[in-house]
């Protein structure tokens, strides 16, 4: 089991996720921004509709790569 499976799982966690919903809800919000500190100091962060709350507590999210590392290469797989 990885370790974001082991959190996921914890006892009580699915009632939490559950009331952080019904707190957006509540609050009538739409968007949600996750925010963050990249490896090299960065600021970095992802908007997600609040609709994909319990994926996203349940899953995660994914960044593109060149968003998370302050790269100075041009991407030439395009």
């Not at 009580?12 to 009538?28: D, P, Q, T, Y």
């Not at 968007?31 to 899953?59: C, L, M, N």
Request: glycine share 8%; with cysteine.
């Amino acid at each position: 089991m990885t370790d974001l499976e082991k959190h996921v799982n914890q006892p009580g966690r699915a009632k939490l996720v559950k009331r952080v919903r019904e707190k957006i809800n509540e609050l009538g919000i739409t968007y949600i921004y996750f925010q963050f500190i990249s490896v090299t100091g960065r600021v970095v962060g992802k908007g997600i509709p609040a609709d994909h709350w319990e994926r996203t507590a349940e899953k995660g999210f994914q960044l593109v790569s060149t968003s998370i590392v302050n790269s100075k290469e041009k991407d030439c797989s395009k």
